[in-house]
């Protein structure tokens, strides 16, 4: 394919292009837009991308990217600490946070198991979810993860690991799509899910 643009423009392109949802006709888009609009767009945008670069950072507890570490979830006193909810990306936490049900503390586990992308529980925060389940505190896992083939099979895994911990091993209700999809679902439908979630 001919290059009109100068290598900078095509490399903002490409990479605007591996964003999800974007192929190279709208990443292309993007790029005239942020060139258009460089005081309104490009700079601030530019300026966010570096900040964000060099500041936040996965917690180390959780796994939530946050500014600080502990992040501020981890780090709320006000948050229960009996209750740990485990989900594949933070998306769901944002989500989840966002309809506001769910006062405990969370477990982003970074991806789901997968045999067909050779995703193993080395690649995800499992050791780390068995050790924090460990602590006395922690009295209840609760599964909030996609009812896909991925998602059981994590679940399931999961509850095999944690069932040396004295802890209650609980999934989001059936029947609700969950986990990957938390993050456009509407708020209450997230909420009933939580309420109504039973023992895995
Ligand atoms: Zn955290």
Do not use: N
């Not at 999800?20 to 460089?38: C, F, I, T, V, Y």
């Not at 780390?128 to 083939?149: G, K, M, N």
């Amino acid at each position: 394919m001919a290059s009109f643009a100068g290598p900078e423009i095509e490399r903002l392109i490409g990479l605007l292009a591996k964003l999800p949802g974007m192929g190279p006709r709208s990443a292309r888009r993007a790029a005239l837009a942020l060139l258009k609009r460089r005081e309104q767009l490009l700079e601030p945008l530019a300026a966010s991308l570096r900040e964000t670069a060099d500041k936040v950072r996965a917690c180390s507890r959780c796994g939530a990217p946050d500014t600080r570490d502990p992040c501020a979830i981890c780090a709320d006193p006000a948050r229960d600490g009996s209750l740990l909810c485990v989900v594949e990306e933070a998306g769901a936490l944002w989500a989840m946070e966002r309809a506001g049900g769910f006062r405990g503390r969370y477990h982003v586990l970074g991806g789901l198991l997968s045999a067909l992308d050779g995703v193993g529980p080395e690649a995800l925060r499992v050791g780390e979810l068995v050790e924090r389940a460990a602590a006395p505190e922690v009295s209840e896992v609760i599964l909030a993860l996609p009812a896909t083939v991925d998602g059981q099979t994590t679940a399931h895994y999961l509850a095999d690991r944690l069932a040396g911990a004295q802890v209650t091993i609980s999934s989001l209700a059936r029947g609700v799509p969950v986990g990957g999809e938390l993050d456009w679902l509407d708020d209450g439908t997230i909420v009933q899910a939580l309420r109504a979630r039973r023992p895995a």
